[in-house]
Structures are given as structure tokens and as C-alpha cells.
């Protein structure tokens, strides 16, 4: 089975994938369109064959007709899938700096962080990659937008609480 | 938030560690409440966030949750800004483009859009850059190209970046927005100037000559980018915006491919991106990686292909696993360019076929593959089958497979190699191999090389081989193999003279009850029994074989065992069915079933109905079903107009699609079984032998016979500085001298512009290859080297002077123009009047004619090596006879004006020639024949007669005589054609009479082939008119043809060619449908319905004429096929 969809080119990261040394998922981010069938039997192809990798390879992985890239951060493995003409070292390096990203917002992230914020993990992901490719590599500006939402979200969120707790509501 | 963090997450996860059947009771519980509470009308809007983020948890872990994928949708659309966000997020984790719940998202994020809110606008533009239905775009396209000018350079990115997004959904909608883009190039915040760089490089890629002018532009941001001008911000472990210089030098290396005046241009800053690239970082290397590509794709620059070189050599030499497998992956493209290198680190590849890292190997074998040679070849497929026996993987397998399998067809030293490595490739390969490595190797075989005595060789040894396979026991080998041996013992047993036959069908036998063979390969080896059953008049196996196969369960082998019977009683219908090494000799197989006319039309005569297609059947029954029939019912059916048209029917030879009983008759099913499956197989090999493909990487790899010695130098350096090391360096350094054999330093390869090819070891046979592609080759090489129209015969009439013989005459003639064209000076307008032809005529002068007419072509370019023999006798000659005009058919004006096809030479001796030439007028097709008197003395009492056959009628006599013909003269005469009974191919006969001076009375016959083609005629309609004789018209025949193409204009494209290749009228295009009309002359309409769904062209034609639709929907198909 290609992954390749035809609508895809060859610089775009296929998807992202986050999970456990113990195997569980954490994240997962598709920027190709695949059935749910797919992408459970992917995930769980590449989980198994990630986490049978022996430490001392390289971070890279023929698999399939894509390459596999990954990282590990701790117990938790990054792990990105792009086509096989693509730069890797290019693709470890977007590994790092969502690591740096989500590090600068949770302030020394661990796998918690991600477990209870995941949906924050997912926003930030969603700010410095856009449909599979870089959308912005300023540290600052990513967090900033994050930031500015998160912001409103509380004063939004603040004065209808309270209103709440009166029984206002 | 607060309250997600302590209730929700939590007690999933600390209980996601208990153990999995837990998890999944617990998880299922959830689910339960979820959909519970989601249902609920009463549950808030904040509450539903807390279900969505939960739901979002649940499908990570792998659960089922689309009952809240409405909700999500409604989240996002009735939520304020959170619930939005998550609501937002839900829907694009949830769903795909093409989920049919995002038409319910479009009028929200088209809200969105709109909103005053930045940060509204910021997630609408995310998630329509993340999914978005392709055909909603036109929908938000306004509103996101308003963008463009916002005010905030966060929204200005994100619209470009949706814009990309859109452009790789339907790039035909964002055409207009072009001169945006340079805007957003030039815009003053780096990240929307990087943003459409995304886009930039996929027009470029599309377009490269188009964005030339952008190059400078390219460039200044990249000097100003690399020169430290942005903000520190942008900054990755102090290194300026890695990931924009990344893409700007991708974007470079397009515009410089082949371009040496851009590439200029961009001398100074790669020069400088790769000096300041020292930091000894990842990142750093990533650009390094960009930059070594990008010298090496654009024009050389000696200098700078050395530092890159240089920077190539960080690489490889590194001790970590990712550079070094990096360096070899620059390496393996750069040495497209550049041999050298590979020299250069020689002892590194090495080292690096035995890393413990499989990654690194393969690339090393990747490597290899590219630099192969005749010399090296034994060594570097001995290194990939090592490889490929350790390997498991699926795809890597069949990738090396077919790599394999291309260097030993290329390279192979020997026959004895080339059978030997191709049975490790089968074994190795197992049941993964692809089909077109079997099909591609047996098609090799049988259709052999230019040498007999080679062929014989090859096949013996393959036979040999074999035979010595089969014998050991108890070993099993993938299905193909079996394929493979069981299809070539069959086929070339006979070859091996001291076997017998039979104890060859005893061990298929053998290997027949062997419950490992699938049913396929048990009816190969079946058919290859069959096979060999033609040589052996001992038949003592054969009642054994019968009674194990008479009564099996599969009707397949039953049925081959009952074959097999019946052509063991007649050794002549064995003979004529299984013929002695014709395998790669085309069968024409007889699809309209003519010869069951006798059959259907005494059914007829005795009352039975005719045939009805199913849904006129059905179609018939619905229209009864509505009204009653108030006619009485008809006696019998004698009287219908059908039968006598089915009576007389003629068959178009080759017809593609089957029918029913042509399949279930002994002997064409036989044949099918036994012949090659070509079909479907990658055309590797073409008349001039390899084609493109093969070529390309043909000249990637290019070996210098006289540069061995440069190797050898270069190995007593090596060897001197590493003098006295262990055996085992040794050993490396002769596996080195066997590897990089051939590839000298005087190598550069295209570099300089020059190509060297090596020699093939498997050149075929040069023939004319049936299918289309080679045909279409046929044409243009008859096309380069045809002479001018006006001269053939005058060319003829030198030729022949010089040599008397027709047959070599003829290939004479062609190899004279081949080798003279250039000199000849009237060539050149001739080819332009030819040109003018075609550019002023929608019925192009020839069309891709049927297989038939290959008689003809292959006839005159027999050999396909035209040898210069005699040039300056000839060229003196042509000379010397150019001012004599008289001999020069030229069409008459009146019908030059028409389409028509190029001369042909119909006929010829020595006295005279014959030439024809087919005027494809409106109303007929008209016959123009030359009659050249080529002899010195005139010829008289000629007289031209056409024999017609029943299919064709002419408007008058078909005599033509001419009383006197002087000495070189050219006298003309012309027959108006019609077709009266459809066929796809019908052959003109006739002969042509003469007397010289005194002697006899010469007869001479002749033949011209036409096609049901050179008899169709657009016919206009228009709609309403179509409309009316659509449902007046009784025969019909419906077909899907598989199209490659998907894209929306598949349709227009196809009915174009259609027009154009076969003379159809467009009547009109609606939506995925088309209606089409023609005419066949002289008046039997045929009109054709085209629906495009899913890559399926579904082909309906209806006409008078029963055979007509068959026969054209045997045209059409061939023309789509071709597309």
C-alpha cells in the first residue's frame, strides 16, 4: 500500500506520531487523508517496529515506500513519516523544536504534560505545522499565538465560572 | 480547563496502565456515558468540550467514536472562542477531506471568516488549511484571497498557507490569484514571505521556465537570510532560519537545472552557504545536505562542485550513524553527475556494506546499483541478493528484486550468470516478486537476441538448469519460479536433445501432484505438459495424467486434461495449435465469432429470436411493462432485417474483448493459456532496444573500458599509505578493485554534457514489436526517414538501376534515404508541406493504423538497421536524375486540399512501380494509384484492376486502362471507395498488366490494406437531432474502458482524441457525459454515449448496423489505450 496521495508533494510530512515507550499513542497528527483501518494498522505496525530499533542505528527507517524519522525525548518517542527523496536531519530538527516548543510552554515538558494537555500539545503543533509543512519557525511567534488564544480563553472563561458558582446560570 | 485536567484525563490514564482487557471495559464504559451525555439536549456547551476532549482521548487509544463527530461539527459552529478551538481541533483530528460531514463545516468556518474576532479568523484559516472539501473551495476562496491584505501577518501567513493548501486540492481555482503570491514574496514579515515560498517551489517544480525572473529575488533573500538580516528570533541553535535557507536552495536548484545563465546567478551564495555552514550541528549538515544537491543539480562550477565534494566528505567520514547514511545518500545522487567521488571513498562504501545498520546498507546498495558496469556487475548483484536473503521486509524486497533483475538483463557477462542470478532472483524474490519480472525475463527468452545461436544457448542452459532444479526433493520454490520453469521446459525442451520428453513429464508430473503449487501455476504446468507431449510419441504417462486430472475438482485443470486428450489423438491439430518455438508469434484471435455465422444463421432460419443485448432487453421489458401492446404478435422472426446482416458478417480481426464462447472452444482457449501474457507487462524493450527508462539510468551508469588503469593507480596509492595493514583490509581492498571497476576519472558523466553508453548484454532483436507505443515509434522513424513524397520513385528508379533484385531494393532505398537524408537538399521542404499537413488538418495525414498495416511497414523496415551501403554511389546517382520530374507523383490540386495519407509503394519490379496514396474525402475515400513506368523503353497496354471484395462498393469501373506509357513516365489513376459491411481491416486486391515492346503480356498483383478508419466521417448533429436517432437506432454495445487518467478534463481529453484520431463528431460535452456521432460511408450513422466515472470510461454506441458498434468500439478502445 503507497502512502503517496496525489494531491501530496514530496516535501510534505506525512504524519506525526507520538507514543509511550510502552507502546501507547499520545499524539497523532495524519496530513494525508487515510481511512481509520489504515491508520490503526500503521500505528501499530510503527510502533512496534520504532520501539524494536536498536539505540545505537540510525534515526531513520525504511518503511514501506516512506521514511521513517524518529527521536526519543524521555519515555516518549517523536516519531514523523516523510517520502524517501525528503531531507531527514531536516526532519529531526522539526522533532526538536516542537520539543523546544512545547518545553518553553509547559516549562520542561514530560509526558504527563501531554497526557493531560494533549489538546494543547495539538495547538501548538497546529501553529508550527500547517497541512504537513513548516508554517512558522520563530519560537516567539508560535507561542505568542498560542498565548493570545489561551489569554482569551480565560477571560472568556473567567466571569461566566463565577456566574456559575452564583447560580446565576 | 481546570476541571478536564482533574476529572477527565486523569482517571483514563492511570487506568490506560492497567492491564489492556481493563482498559477496554473501562474505555467502553466511557464511550457509553459519552454518547450518552452528547445526546442529551440539556448538556451545555462547555460540558460538550469536556465529551470532545475525552472522545478525542478515546480515538487515540484506538476506540471507535463517530457518533461525536456531529458534535464536534456543531462545537465548532455554535461554540464560543474555546469551544470553537476544541471544537475545531475535534473536527480535524476527527475527520478526513473527504468525509461527507465537512459539507456541515463550510458555512462555519465561511463564518468565521468573516468575524471581527482575530482569533476566529486564525482557526478557520487553520482548518481549511488542514482539510477542506475540494469542491467547497470556491466557497471560501474569496475570503481567504481577501487575506492576503490583512493586517495581521499572522492571518496573512495562515491565507497563504491555505491558499497552498487549496492550490494542491484544485490548482485550476487559484490560477488567478498568481500575482498575489509575488506580493506575499515580497511581503515585509519573513513567515508570509516564507509561507509562499511553499508555493513557490511547487509552480517551479511544475514550471521552472516560467519563474526565472523571480531568481534574483530567490537569492537576495538568501544572501540576506544567510548574512544574519533577520531576527535573531528566527534563529534555530544560532543558525538563521534553517528551514527557509532550506527551501530557498530547493527552490534554486530548480531554476538552475540546465540553465547556465540562472545558475550564474546563484554561484556567490551557495558559495557562501556552504563556507558559513561550520558549525559542527545537525542542523547544519541539513542545509550542507540541500547545498551539495543543489551544486550538483544546477550548471558546474568546477570550484564549487569541489568544496561541495569536500563537504560531501564530512559527511560519509562521519562516525555518527545519521550523517553517514546521509553523505551516502548525497553521494548516490551526486555521483549521477560525478564518478569520481565515488573513487574517492571507496574504502568508506566498503565499510559501510557490512554496518550493522540496515539503513546504511541499502543506501550503500543503492549506491552500487547506480554505478554498475559490465565489470563490476557479478559483484554488486552477488552484494543485493546477500542482501535480500537477510531481509524480510516486503517492500525493500520487491524494490531489490527489480533492481536485480534490470542489472543482470543489462550487464550479464554470461548466459550461464544471467540464469543463475535470475533463479536466485525467483527464489529470493519468493511470492512478492512483481509480475513483470517473470513476464519480462520469459518474453527475454523467448523473443531472443540478434544471435540464433546465442538464443539457442541461453534457453538450453535455462532449460539445463532447470531440470537440474526440479530434481532435488523435498524443496520448495515460490509459485513464479514454478511459473517460470514449468513455462520454459515446456517451451524449449525440444532444445535438449538428449532428454526425453517424457521423463521431463514425469517430473512435472510429479511436481503437479505436489499440493505446494497453486491452482495458476498447476495449469501452467499443465499447459507445459501439454506442450511437451508434441515431442514424445511415448504416451505411457498420458492415461496416468488423464485419470488424476480427468475427474478433479477444478474445472480448469479438467478441462486441460481433456484438451490435452484430444490433441494427443491428432498429432496435426497439436502441430498447428502448439506450434514449435512460435511462442512470441501473434494469434489473432477471431472475436466477433464469424465462424458461428453458419451456426446463428440456421438458428435463425428456424425461428429463433436474435440476439438482444441485455439492457435493450431490459429496456424493452420496462416499456412494456408501462404500455400495452396492441400490435399482434409476429409470426416468426424469419423475416427480420437483422439476419441477413448477421449472416454476412464479416469479423474484425483481433477484437479485444471476449466473448463467451470464443473462450470456452478448445482452441482458443488452449491458445490463450499457452501463449505469453504480455499484457499488462511494462514495455521495457523497444525496437531500437531499451526504452526511456532504462535509458536515463543506462546513462547514469557508464563504464570506461580504458580506465582501469586509472583504478589501479589509484589503489597502489591507496595501498601504499595503508601498507602492512591486516588480511582482512586486504580482503576489503579487493573487494574495492571488483566494485569500482570502469570507473575511471576521465569519467564525468553528464557533467561535461557527453554520455557513454556501455554495451548491452541482451540487446534484442530489433522487430517490430506489436502494441502501440512502438508503433507510434514505427511511425516517427518512418516519418524522419521518409523521403520527400515527390521522390520516391525517382529514388526508386537510382536504387534500382544499381541493384535488380525487389527485396533488396527495397531495404536499399530506405537505407540510402536514411544515410542521405541530411544531403539530400530537397528534403527539408518536403518535410515542411508535410508539417503544414498536419497543422492545417484535424485528420492527420497517418493515423496510428491497426496492427494490420504493420505488413506493409515491417515489410520495408525489415531489419531496422539502416547501413550506409554505397553512400556516394547513390548520392551521385540521386544527383544525377534529380532534374527529371516527370517521374515524381505529386497529387493532383484538387485533392491535395483533402487530407490524405503518405505514398506507399504497393507494387514493383523492375520495369514498373505502383504507388498509392488515400485521399480521405467527405464523401468517400478515394484510391489515387501511380502507375511509373521505370524502364527505359515504354510500356504498353497496361491496364490497372481492382478487385473488389463484398465490404467495399466504388462509384465506378474498376478498370483502368492506360494504352501507352513512356519511358520514365508516372500516369495516375484514382477509385472512389465506399465501405458497404463494416470491418475493422479489409484488404484491396488487384493486379496491374503490361506489356514491354515485344516481350509477354507481365502480370503484377497488388494489395492495400483499409481500415474501417479510412470509412468514418464525422457526422454533425446537433442535440435534439441526436436525441431523435439515438432512440431510433437498434444495435448497440456498451463496454467500460479503464482510463489512467482521473483528473476532471479526462472526458474532454479523451472525446478529442477520439475526434481527432478517428473522425467523430463532438456533438456535446454535459458534465462527466458525451455524445458523439459519425458517419461510416457511405451513409450508416453510429453514435456514440460517453460517461466518465471513477477512471471508468463507459462507451455506449448505437447504429443501424449490427456490426458497426462492435468494430468501432474496437477503435475507440485502442485510442484510449494509447492515451
Given amino acids: 500500500m503507497s502512502l503517496k496521495g496525489r494531491h501530496y508533494p514530496d516535501s510534505t510530512m506525512q504524519f506525526m506520531l507520538l507514543f509511550s515507550r510502552q507502546g501507547k499513542l499520545r499524539l497523532q497528527k495524519w496530513y494525508v487523508p487515510l481511512s481509520d483501518k489504515e491508520k490503526k494498522k500503521i500505528t501499530r505496525e510503527l510502533v512496534q517496529t520504532v520501539l524494536a530499533h536498536k539505540l545505537k542505528m540510525c534515526s531513520f527507517l525504511e518503511w514501506r515506500d516512506l521514511k521513517i524519522v524518529y527521536k526519543r525525548y524521555a519515555s516518549l518517542y517523536f516519531c514523523c513519516a516523510i517520502e524517501d527523496q525528503d531531507n531527514e536531519l531536516i526532519t529531526i530538527e522539526i522533532i526538536h523544536r516542537y520539543v523546544e516548543l512545547l518545553s518553553k510552554y509547559f516549562g520542561s515538558v514530560c509526558e504527563l504534560d501531554i497526557i493531560f494537555n494533549f489538546e494543547k500539545a495539538y495547538f501548538i503543533l497546529d501553529e508550527f505545522l500547517l497541512g504537513g509543512e513548516v508554517q512558522e519557525t520563530s519560537k516567539k511567534n508560535v507561542l505568542k499565538a498560542i498565548e493570545q488564544c489561551d489569554l482569551l480563553q480565560e477571560e472568556a472563561e473567567t466571569p461566566r465560572s463565577v456566574l456559575e458558582e452564583i447560580g446565576l446560570t | ?1123
Avoid at chain 2, 736 to 764: D, E, H, I, P
Wanted: glycine share 4%; hydrophobic share 40%; proline share 4%.
Fill in chain 2, 1 to 1123: 480547563m481546570q476541571q478536564i485536567q482533574d476529572q477527565a484525563p486523569p482517571s483514563m490514564v492511570k487506568d490506560s496502565r492497567m492491564v489492556e482487557a481493563d482498559e477496554e471495559k473501562l474505555i467502553k464504559k466511557e464511550l457509553a456515558a459519552l454518547k450518552e451525555q452528547v445526546s442529551t439536549p440539556t448538556t451545555s456547551l462547555k460540558q460538550m468540550r469536556e465529551c470532545l476532549v475525552r472522545l478525542i482521548y478515546c480515538e487515540m487509544l484506538g476506540y471507535e467514536a463517530s457518533f461525536g463527530y456531529i458534535h464536534a461539527i456543531k462545537l465548532a459552529q455554535q461554540g464560543s472562542l474555546m469551544e470553537k478551538r476544541v471544537g475545531y481541533l475535534a473536527v480535524s483530528l476527527f475527520l478526513n477531506e473527504s468525509h461527507e460531514l465537512l459539507l456541515l463545516l463550510v458555512n462555519t468556518v465561511l463564518k468565521d471568516l468573516q468575524s471581527t474576532n482575530l482569533l476566529e479568523v486564525c482557526m478557520a484559516l487553520t482548518v481549511a488549511s488542514q482539510l477542506f472539501p475540494p469542491d467547497m473551495i470556491p466557497a471560501v476562496l474569496p475570503l481567504v484571497e481577501e487575506k492576503l491584505q490583512h493586517s495581521k501577518e499572522i492571518i496573512r501567513r495562515k491565507a497563504v498557507l491555505a491558499l497552498y493548501k487549496f492550490y494542491l486540492l484544485a490548482p485550476n481555482q487559484v490560477q488567478h490569484i498568481h500575482d498575489k503570491f509575488r506580493k506575499a514574496l515580497c511581503d515585509r514579515d519573513p513567515g508570509v514571505m516564507a509561507a509562499s515560498l511553499h508555493i513557490y517551489l511547487l509552480l517551479i517544480k511544475e514550471n521552472p521556465g516560467g519563474y526565472k525572473d523571480l531568481t534574483s529575488s530567490f537569492v537576495t533573500i538568501l544572501k540576506q537570510v544567510v548574512g544574519g538580516k533577520l531576527a535573531v528570533d528566527f534563529n534555530y541553535h544560532s543558525v538563521p532560519a534553517p528551514w527557509l535557507q532550506i527551501q530557498l536552495l530547493r527552490i534554486l536548484r530548480l531554476l538552475g537545472k540546465d540553465d547556465q545563465i540562472t545558475s550564474e546567478l546563484m554561484y556567490d551564495i551557495l558559495d557562501e552557504s556552504l563556507r558559513r555552514a561550520e558549525i559542527n550541528h545537525n542542523i547544519t549538515y541539513a542545509i550542507l545536505f540541500e547545498c551539495i544537491q543543489t551544486v550538483y543539480t544546477i550548471h558546474p562550477k568546477v570550484d564549487l562542485l569541489e568544496k561541495a565534494a569536500k563537504c560531501n566528505g564530512k559527511f560519509i567520514l562521519s562516525p555518527k550513524n545519521n550523517l553517514k547514511y546521509l553523505g551516502l545518500k548525497a553521494l548516490s545522487y551526486v555521483i549521477q553527475q560525478d564518478m569520481n567521488l565515488v573513487l574517492q571513498h571507496q574504502m568508506t562504501i566498503i565499510e559501510c556494506l557490512d554496518h550493522p545498520d540496515p539503513i546504511i546498507k541499502r543506501e550503500t546498495l543503492e549506491l552500487l546499483y547506480r554505478i554498475t558496469n559490465a565489470q563490476n556487475v557479478a559483484v554488486i548483484v552477488q552484494k543485493m541478493l546477500d542482501y535480500l536473503r537477510q531481509s524480510k521486509d516486503e517492500y525493500i524486497t520487491i524494490s531489490l528484486v527489480g533492481k536485480v533483475a534490470e542489472l543482470a538483463e543489462k550487464y550479464a557477462p554470461t548466459n550461464e550468470w544471467f540464469i543463475q542470478t535470475m533463479n536466485a532472483v525467483f527464489s529470493v524474490g519468493g511470492d512478492m516478486i512483481p509480475a513483470d519480472i517473470p513476464n519480462n525475463f520469459l518474453r527475454l527468452l523467448a523473443e531472443g537476441f540478434d544471435d540464433e545461436v546465442e538464443d539457442k544457448q541461453l534457453r538450453l542452459y535455462a532449460v539445463n538448469s532447470y531440470l537440474a532444479l526440479l530434481e532435488k526433493n523435498n524443496i520448495h520454490y515460490p509459485q513464479r519460479f514454478l511459473q517460470v520453469m514449468s513455462w520454459v521446459l515446456g517451451e524449449y525442451s525440444y532444445l535438449k536433445t538428449e532428454a526425453k520428453a517424457e521423463d521431463i513429464i514425469q517430473s512435472l508430473h510429479y511436481l503437479l501432484g505436489k499440493c505446494s503449487a497453486s491452482l495458476e501455476t498447476k495449469a501452467w504446468i499443465f499447459s507445459a505438459i501439454t506442450k511437451l507431449f508434441r515431442l514424445t510419441l511415448n504416451v505411457k504417462v498420458l492415461p496416468e495424467v488423464l485419470q488424476n486430472y480427468g475427474n478433479s475438482m477444478d474445472s480448469c485443470l479438467r478441462q486441460c486434461s481433456f484438451e490435452l486428450k484430444q490433441l494427443v489423438e491428432d498429432k496435426e491439430i497439436m502441430n498447428t495449435v502448439l506450434p514449435l518455438d512460435e511462442s512470441c508469434n501473434d494469434i489473432v484471435v477471431d472475436a466477433s465469432l464469424s465462424f458461428l455465422d453458419g451456426f446463428v444463421a440456421d438458428a435463425l432460419g428456424h425461428g429463433a429470436a436474435p440476439y438482444k443485448p441485455h439492457h435493450q432487453r431490459q429496456e424493452e421489458r420496462l416499456s412494456q411493462e408501462k404500455v400495452l401492446n396492441f400490435e399482434p404478435y409476429g409470426l416468426s422472426f424469419a423475416t427480420s432485417p437483422q439476419i441477413s446482416s448477421v449472416t454476412g458478417r464479416q469479423s474484425p480481426t483481433g477484437l479485444s474483448f471476449n466473448s463467451e464462447i470464443s473462450c470456452n472452444s478448445t482452441e482458443a482457449g488452449l491458445k490463450d493459456s499457452d501463449s505469453l501474457k504480455l499484457d499488462g507487462v511494462k514495455k521495457v524493450w523497444g525496437k531500437e532496444g531499451y526504452l526511456r527508462k532504462k535509458k536515463e539510468s543506462k546513462e547514469e551508469t557508464v563504464a570506461s573500458p580504458n580506465s582501469e588503469s586509472d583504478v589501479t593507480a589509484d589503489f597502489t596509492s591507496t595501498a601504499e599509505k595503508t601498507a602492512g595493514l591486516s588480511a582482512e583490509e586486504q580482503e576489503k581492498k579487493l573487494l574495492a578493485s571488483s566494485l569500482f571497476v570502469g570507473l575511471g576519472s576521465n569519467n564525468l558523466v553528464s557533467l561535461m554534457g557527453k554520455n557513454q553508453s556501455t554495451t548491452q548484454k541482451f540487446r534484442r532483436k530489433s522487430k517490430i514489436v506489436e502494441g502501440q507505443n512502438s508503433y507510434e515509434r514505427t511511425m516517427s522513424t518512418q516519418k524522419a526517414i521518409a523521403p520527400p513524397l515527390a521522390q520516391i520513385p525517382n529514388l526508386m528508379d537510382n536504387v534500382l538501376e544499381s541493384c535488380n533484385p525487389f527485396q533488396e531494393s527495397k531495404a536499399m532505398l530506405l537505407r540510402k534515404t536514411a544515410s542521405d537524408s541530411a544531403e539530400v537538399p530537397t528534403e527539408e521542404p518536403a518535410q515542411e508541406s508535410d508539417e503544414a499537413w498536419n497543422s492545417s488538418n484535424n485528420l492527420k495525414t497517418i493515423r496510428a493504423v491497426p496492427s494490420a498495416s504493420k505488413e506493409s511497414i515491417s515489410g520495408l523496415f525489415a531489419d531496422g538497421n539502416f547501413d550506409i551501403v554505397q553512400p556516394g554511389n547513390c548520392n551521385s546517382a540521386l544527383v544525377a536524375h534529380e532534374p527529371n520530374s516527370s517521374l515524381s507523383p505529386g497529387l493532383p490540386v484538387e485533392f491535395a486540399e483533402h487530407s490524405h495519407s503518405k505514398f506507399e509503394l504497393v507494387c514493383a519490379n523492375e520495369n514498373i512501380a505502383l504507388f498509392s496514396c488515400k485521399v480521405w474525402k467527405e464523401d468517400c475515400l478515394l484510391i489515387v494509384l501511380f502507375f511509373t513506368n521505370r524502364s527505359s523503353i515504354e510500356v504498353t497496354n497496361a491496364t490497372v484492376n481492382f478487385a473488389l471484395t463484398d465490404e467495399l462498393q466504388a462509384c465506378e469501373s474498376t478498370d483502368f486502362p492506360f494504352p501507352l506509357v513512356e519511358s520514365l513516365a508516372t500516369v495516375k489513376c484514382q477509385l472512389c471507395l465506399q465501405m458497404m459491411k463494416p470491418c475493422a481491416r479489409v484488404l484491396l486486391t488487384g493486379h496491374v498488366t503490361y506489356h514491354l515492346e515485344t516481350s509477354q503480356q507481365t502480370q503484377e498483383e497488388f494489395a492495400l490494406a483499409l481500415f474501417l478508419t479510412d470509412f468514418i466521417r464525422p457526422l454533425k448533429l446537433t442535440t435534439e437531432e441526436f436525441g431523435h436517432l439515438w432512440l431510433s437506432l437498434s444495435n448497440d454495445v456498451k463496454q467500460n474502458l479503464s482510463f489512467t487518467s482521473d483528473s476532471p478534463e479526462a472526458l474532454t481529453v479523451a472525446l478529442r482524441t477520439l475526434q481527432q484520431e478517428l473522425k467523430l463528431h463532438i456533438v456535446d460535452i454535459i458534465g462527466a457525459e458525451g455524445i458523439v456521432a459519425c458517419q461510416l460511408l457511405p451513409s450508416t450513422s453510429c453514435l456514440l454515449h460517453c460517461r466518465f466515472h471513477a477512471g471508468i470510461l463507459s462507451v455506449w454506441l448505437r447504429s443501424g448496423c449490427c456490426v458497426l458498434p462492435d468494430c468501432l468500439l474496437y477503435e475507440c478502445q485502442k485510442v484510449i489505450q494509447k492515451l
